[in-house]
C-alpha cells in the first residue's frame, strides 16, 4: 500500500519546537516534489513549505521563513519539517504531500499541532 504516515504532532508551549516526520511506504521520494501544508479550523489549507526533486532551495511561506526548516532524505524516504518559535497562530493540523503530477500524488494522514500555554 502506497501511503505517507506522519509522526510529531502534538502540544508545546508558545516559543518551543517540534520536529515533523513523514516516511513513505511502498514508494521512494527521489523524483517526488514534497511539501508540508496545514489546516486551521475553519480556514482553508495552505502550503506553507516544499521542496524540489533537485537542488534548488525550498519554498516557505511568509509567516513560517525563518522558524521552519523542510529536509528530505531520500535513503529513509523521510522528509522532516522542523519548526522552531511557534505560535499559537500555527496551530492546525499539519499534512505532508509528494507528488509527481495528477497520478502520483500522496497525501499523510494529518497530525496535530497546538500551540498554547
Known amino acids: 500500500q502506497l501511503q505517507l504516515v506522519e509522526s510529531g504532532g502534538g502540544l508545546v508551549q508558545p516559543g518551543g519546537s517540534l520536529r515533523l516526520s513523514c516516511e513513505a511506504s511502498g514508494f521512494t521520494l527521489d523524483n517526488y516534489v514534497i511539501g508540508w501544508f496545514r489546516q486551521a479550523p475553519g480556514k482553508a489549507r495552505e502550503g506553507i513549505s516544499c521542496?524540489?526533486?533537485?537542488?534548488?532551495?525550498?519554498y516557505y511561506l511568509g509567516s513560517v521563513k525563518g522558524r521552519f526548516t523542510i529536509s528530505r532524505d531520500n535513503a529513509k524516504s523521510t522528509v522532516t519539517l522542523q519548526m522552531n518559535s511557534l505560535k499559537p497562530e500555527d496551530t492546525a493540523v499539519y499534512y505532508c504531500?509528494?507528488?509527481?503530477?495528477?497520478?502520483?500524488?500522496?497525501w499523510g494522514q494529518g497530525t496535530q499541532v497546538t500551540v498554547s500555554s
Open positions: 521542496l524540489s526533486r533537485g537542488d534548488g532551495s525550498p
Open positions: 504531500r509528494a507528488r509527481i503530477g495528477e497520478a502520483y500524488d500522496y
